[in-house]
């Protein structure tokens, strides 16, 4: 059974997940812790938890959620994962950062690139790659139909959708590629964003203004 923590890092607020199975093999998606006792939380929780990161991967490469990168490949000695389209993001983090008064190193560059339809495994957890661009040229969300459970980064929001006015942004691809590819989803789905709580596919059908 696949299980799911959240932490909170960064002034921007970006929401990082572990997620792991009864195997003790996890994922950490979208590292952005950015202070030591941020880095200090997740692998506190990592270690007391007895996880073994076997995969980091971006939903997306915009500052904010790839800037505890460097931290989480050097601690567990991962490559970062991420959709091809976002690379020239992640090369630029550090611009983008500075850009939004915030400090930062350099994140490591990507080593793995997945696409739309791409199944990423780890124990006996599998996650689905769902391409969204709109947000990123790159923006992905990872879904588990068994589980019920979407990762969205920052496409899909409770009761909102991602910014669309940052460099790459494109608003009518992105609510075209929410509805088409998210919105089909079993409405039980619990969706897990990369900023605020958590909602359903089918709370969002129903209320979300930028749905209608």
């Given at each position: 059974?696949m299980?799911i923590?959240?932490?909170?890092?960064n002034?921007?607020a970006?929401?990082?997940?572990?997620?792991?199975?009864?195997?003790?093999e996890?994922?950490?998606?979208?590292?952005?812790?950015?202070?030591?006792a941020?880095?200090?939380?997740?692998?506190g929780?990592i270690?007391?938890?007895?996880?073994?990161p076997?995969?980091?991967?971006?939903t997306?490469g915009?500052?904010?959620?790839?800037?505890?990168?460097?931290?989480?490949?050097?601690?567990?000695?991962?490559?970062?994962?991420?959709?091809?389209?976002?690379?020239?993001?992640?090369s630029n983090?550090?611009?983008q950062?500075?850009?939004?008064?915030?400090?930062?190193?350099q994140?490591?560059?990507p080593?793995?690139?997945?696409?739309?339809?791409?199944?990423?495994?780890?124990?006996?957890?599998?996650?689905?790659?769902?391409?969204?661009?709109?947000?990123?040229?790159?923006g992905?969300?990872?879904?588990?139909?068994?589980?019920?459970?979407?990762?969205?980064?920052?496409?899909?929001?409770?009761?909102s959708?991602?910014r669309?006015?940052?460099?790459g942004?494109?608003?009518?691809?992105?609510?075209?590629?929410?509805?088409?590819k998210?919105?089909?989803?079993?409405?039980?789905?619990?969706?897990f964003?990369?900023?605020?709580?958590?909602?359903?596919?089918?709370?969002?059908?129903?209320n979300?203004?930028?749905?209608q």
């Amino acid at each position: 059974m696949m299980e799911i923590r959240k932490f909170t890092f960064n002034p921007v607020a970006v929401n990082t997940y572990v997620v792991w199975d009864e195997t003790g093999e996890c994922a950490i998606i979208d590292a952005g812790c950015s202070k030591p006792a941020e880095e200090a939380a997740l692998a506190g929780f990592i270690e007391e938890k007895e996880l073994t990161p076997v995969k980091l991967l971006n939903t997306h490469g915009h500052f904010d959620h790839v800037i505890g990168n460097g931290f989480a490949a050097r601690q567990w000695d991962l490559e970062v994962e991420i959709h091809k389209d976002d690379n020239s993001l992640v090369s630029n983090a550090k611009e983008q950062g500075g850009m939004f008064g915030i400090a930062m190193h350099q994140p490591p560059k990507p080593a793995k690139f997945f696409d739309e339809g791409d199944e990423i495994t780890f124990g006996n957890t599998t996650l689905k790659v769902i391409h969204v661009p709109g947000h990123s040229p790159g923006g992905v969300a990872f879904h588990n139909a068994k589980e019920k459970v979407l990762i969205a980064g920052d496409i899909l929001f409770y009761g909102s959708v991602g910014r669309t006015d940052l460099p790459g942004g494109e608003h009518e691809a992105l609510i075209t590629g929410i509805k088409s590819k998210l919105l089909g989803l079993d409405p039980a789905t619990k969706v897990f964003p990369g900023h605020g709580p958590e909602t359903t596919i089918g709370d969002e059908i129903k209320n979300n203004p930028f749905l209608q």
